[in-house]
């Protein structure tokens, strides 16, 4: 095990050098780099300023240009600020070696490090998954064993039609549905539709601002569970039918173990194998990288809110940061998940893995 643990640490490096390169070459190649947005700020601002009867010598350098077209010194020193004024390998390079060492710089234009974002908006993504988390593995796990064994039946007929209807509606739509009905859309209001906390939060007490913390995450994690509890629920379901017809059940009925033991004492932990190992993945993908658009209808800033805001400013800093943050974290997952597998079953070993 301890190879086949050091071989896949090593291969992280060029695995995570590989995605940072290939997004930093499609994210590079697209169009409206950051100069090109700051440029674009300036002129709407000398736009105004001149609408308004301004006084074109309060617009800084892009002010006075606006008429006559930018400076192109000026925009030298966009270039420069921003780094394009160096090749792209350059580029790159210094960007890899500062990642190394955990620096992942300051944002372009909200004049904050990338860390200090990444500290801020975490904690919300992580409060959401942390919630949805065990909500669906108690939904899914007793939904996926009571499905196997009651196989071909009206209960398993009619729980699927309702798992296909939830795997087929988005999330946001269902999000959407609960804003309607629940958060003041049309009909009731009984749930707020911003944030995380009221306004008076810091008045409350303790027990209040807990309260307080749950009536805004109530509707945003039930929206973000109901479009991950249908796979979940049907792969426990196929596992456990795959251990029912196995020869080691029949066995332990021929020996006059009744339907619990069999089901609890010799079924439940080679069927909970898959699941299991899969939970640090789940977690991560959850808790970590958010779900865009559920903290954007819930205007919940987290971690997917922010990196979308990032892509549409072309915030290079901010998108190479999360990106080889969140890169790093799913590889380190994947060995634990694998490592969790291995411990669970004893039987399964990497070693002779080519």
Known sequence: MMHYLVRRVLLMVPTLLGILLLNFAIIQSAPGGPVEQMLARMNTLGAEHSLFGGNNDGVSQSGTAHSEGLDQVFIDQLNHQFGFDKPWWQRFACMVGDYIQFNFGDSFFRGVSVATLIQERLPVT????????????????????????????????????????GYAVPGFLFASLLITFFAGGQYFHWFPLRGLASGNAESLSTWG?????????????????????????????????????????????AKGANNRQVLYGHIFRNAMLIVVAGLPGSIAAISISGSLLIEYMFSLEG????????????????????????TLIHLLVKIMSDLLYSWIDPRIHFEGRS
Do not use: C
Request: charged share 15%; no cysteine.
């Open 303 to 326: 971690m997917g809110f922010l990196g979308y805001e990032a892509i549409l400013t072309r915030d290079y800093p901010v998108i190479f940061g999360t990106l080889y943050l969140f």
């Open 209 to 253: 601002r807990i309260a307080d913390y749950f009536h805004h995450i109530a509707l945003p994690v039930l929206a973000n569970t109901v479009g991950s509890f249908a796979a979940l629920t049907l792969l426990t379901k196929n596992s456990f039918l795959d251990e029912i017809h196995r020869q080691y059940v029949l066995t332990a009925r």
């Open 126 to 165: 992580v409060s959401l998954g942390l919630w949805t988390m065990p909500l669906m593995y108690l939904v899914s796990i007793p939904l996926g064993i009571a499905k196997a064994v009651k196989h071909g039946s009206r209960f398993d007929s009619l729980t699927s039609s309702i798992i296909i209807i």
